[in-house]
């Protein structure tokens, strides 16, 4: 058991020795974080949408649903809406009792749901699409989200800029204090995965017959952002 305790001990130690040992190599440096940004305006909007059917039979219900579901895919496909655009992302059947009515033992009616989601590629499309989606029996608009067609390109730019960024940083650090930067030490990036922060446009949906003298959407402006952390080496 003695033994034990001063292996262990002799390891701690030794373990000790090695961090002071690569504290004392380490040079001197500084350590700046750099922020970059692109913003860019959209060129894609994901809508999400659904077909609501209310029916006293179960089967009617859902098949309803499934029909008008079908009849937004074969629209869609029709005006030239790639079929890996469009997703079905939500369905739903469930019976229906008045809150009032504890414990009746039939529902009032049955309601299926079927949620869908379509990515549009040429923003003025959109109002054409939407207003044909509303007479094949959408009845439920649940939002839109722009995007960016390239993200990535506009990744690698928001992390240039970072990386500039602190660049700059050091430098008017440093010589402020006299010294001199030298080579990049360590870096870390921090991107935003996630995908661009969209500015949201609210679908004011009063009825299938809206104004068409101008655009129902606006994009607003897409945000990419990069987080960099560089240590640089002090000359």
Excluded: C, H
């Excluded at 996630?194 to 446009?201: D, F, I, S, T, W």
């Excluded at 655009?215 to 990419?224: H, R, T, W, Y």
């Amino acid at each position: 058991m003695k033994k034990l305790k001063w292996i262990a001990l002799l390891v701690l130690l030794f373990g000790v020795v090695q961090v002071q040992a690569q504290q004392q190599m380490m040079p001197p440096l500084i350590n700046v974080n750099g922020i970059g940004e692109v913003k860019v305006q959209p060129d894609e909007v994901l809508l999400n949408f659904g077909v609501e059917t209310r029916e006293k039979d179960l089967e009617q219900a859902k098949k309803q649903t499934d029909a008008k579901a079908a009849a937004v895919i074969n629209y869609l496909k029709n005006q030239g809406v790639e079929a890996k655009y469009i997703q079905t992302s939500f369905v739903n059947v469930q019976p229906v009792y008045n809150s009032g009515e504890y414990g009746k033992a039939s529902p009032d009616f049955y309601m299926a749901q079927k949620n869908m989601t379509v990515l549009i590629k040429k923003l003025d499309k959109f109002d054409q699409l939407l207003s044909g989606l509303y007479a094949q029996g959408v009845n439920r608009v649940d939002g839109i989200s722009f995007q960016l067609s390239d993200v990535e390109k506009y990744k690698t730019e928001a992390r240039k800029r970072a990386v500039n960024d602190a660049k700059q940083k050091a430098v008017a650090l440093t010589s402020e204090l006299g010294a001199k930067l030298g080579r990049v030490y360590t870096i870390n990036e921090n991107s935003n995965e996630g995908g661009p922060r969209p500015m949201y446009a609210k679908v004011m949906m009063e009825s299938a017959a809206y104004d068409q003298s101008g655009p129902s959407i606006a994009g607003g402006e897409v945000v990419v952002t990069s987080n960099v952390a560089i240590s640089f080496v002090i000359e």
